[in-house]
């Protein structure tokens, strides 16, 4: 079964020529996916998800931070344009945990 969260964060670039953006999760959201994905995780702690900001949806990793202590949500050029989605933006966001076997 697949479990949903709902949150708002703010849009922001990382810095660097790569330009990518990311959400980063609530602690306490981050918390209970942390919990509930402990049995498939992938490579480096991601967690498969889907996605849905500003009208679009996609499928997605999140990462782990160690430097927030959450996870790290890509949010790539075609949503955020799409979506009309700049750094410094507060997103409201679902995100739903693809449970694996």
């Given at each position: ?18 330009g990518w953006h990311f959400l980063t999760l609530p602690v306490g ?73």
């Open positions: 079964m697949a479990t949903s969260y709902s949150f708002r964060a703010e849009l922001w670039l990382y810095p660097g020529e790569a959201v981050a918390d209970d996916i942390r919990e509930e994905s402990a049995a498939f995780r992938k490579g480096f702690g991601s967690v498969k998800v889907t996605a849905q900001a500003g009208g679009q949806s996609w499928q997605t990793s999140i990462f782990p931070d160690a430097q927030s202590g959450s996870y790290l949500l890509p949010v790539k050029k075609s949503v955020r344009d799409a979506a009309h989605l700049v750094a410094g933006d507060e997103v409201e966001v679902r995100l739903t945990v693809q449970a694996e076997p």
